[in-house]
């Protein structure tokens, strides 16, 4: 089946410095979603993405798409200590929504 | 508020016990879903209620058993539960259902739940 692989599982950062989670499908993805679960709560939908090689920007957040639409990243630049949370990558292929293990982002002030 | 209420937030029950999850939302979707989040696993989608057919069951054991009586309910009955189902209980909902594009998902805030 359809396996989303997330990397890296955590990571701890200082306040300021830039943060990157990448994820991986075994598949053609149709489109992509990211989640941000803070901690203690509930996954809440930030971005998707549909289009090979779409570029889309939050703020300090930049999600992209790979031209092939079989990978994802999620780049913040200069993390604050709101950024604290887990964020998930969803992949979707058909009627199916496969969810990445999620990173873990740690930023210490 | 999410749009997604979920009930109870908090649930401790022996491996005998019946008890029921419930989620209400409130945002007129046409999907709602139940997931199971364990520590250090992803989200793992149970089941899919698309416009108030059941459209996928991902193998749940059949101690547990979903019910939804209409597009804004969604029920998660439990009974002879096991340790290893300890988990938080996530439902969501999305304004389409089956197909390439359901939708971003709305999460509920979950039910843990602890099987002693």
């Known amino acids: 089946g359809q396996q989303v692989m997330q990397i890296p599982q955590y990571q701890h950062v200082q306040e300021g410095e830039d943060f990157t989670t990448y994820c991986n499908s075994s598949?053609?993805?149709?489109?992509i979603q990211w989640y941000k679960q803070r901690p203690g709560g509930h996954p809440v939908f930030l971005i998707q993405?549909?289009?090979?090689?779409e570029v889309k920007k939050q703020k300090r957040l930049t999600f992209q798409f790979g031209e092939a639409k079989k990978n994802s990243s999620l780049h913040i630049t200069a993390t604050q200590t709101t950024d604290v949370g887990t964020y998930f990558c969803?992949?979707?292929?058909?009627?199916?929504?496969?969810f990445g293990k999620g990173t873990m982002l740690l930023v210490s002030p | 508020e999410t749009g997604v209420t979920q009930t109870p937030r908090h649930l401790v029950m022996g491996m005998t016990n019946k008890k029921s999850l419930k989620c209400e939302q409130h945002?007129?979707?046409?999907?709602m879903y139940w997931y199971k989040q364990s520590a250090k696993k992803p989200l793992e989608l149970m089941f899919v209620?698309?416009?108030?057919?059941?459209?996928e069951n991902n193998s749940v054991p059949s101690r547990f058993s979903p019910e939804c009586p209409n597009s804004s309910h969604l029920f998660l009955h439990l009974h002879t539960l096991q340790p290893e189902d300890s988990a938080l209980y996530l439902c969501?909902?999305?304004?389409?259902?089956?197909?390439?594009?359901?939708?971003?998902?709305?999460f509920g805030e979950g039910s843990r739940l602890t099987v002693l």
């Open positions: 969501a909902s999305s304004p389409r259902g089956r197909g390439a594009n359901t939708g971003e998902l709305f």
């Open positions: 598949t053609t993805l149709s489109n």
């Open positions: 993405l549909v289009k090979s090689g």
């Open positions: 969803a992949g979707s292929a058909g009627s199916t929504l496969t």
């Open positions: 945002l007129g979707h046409n999907a």
């Open positions: 209620y698309s416009l108030e057919e059941r459209v």
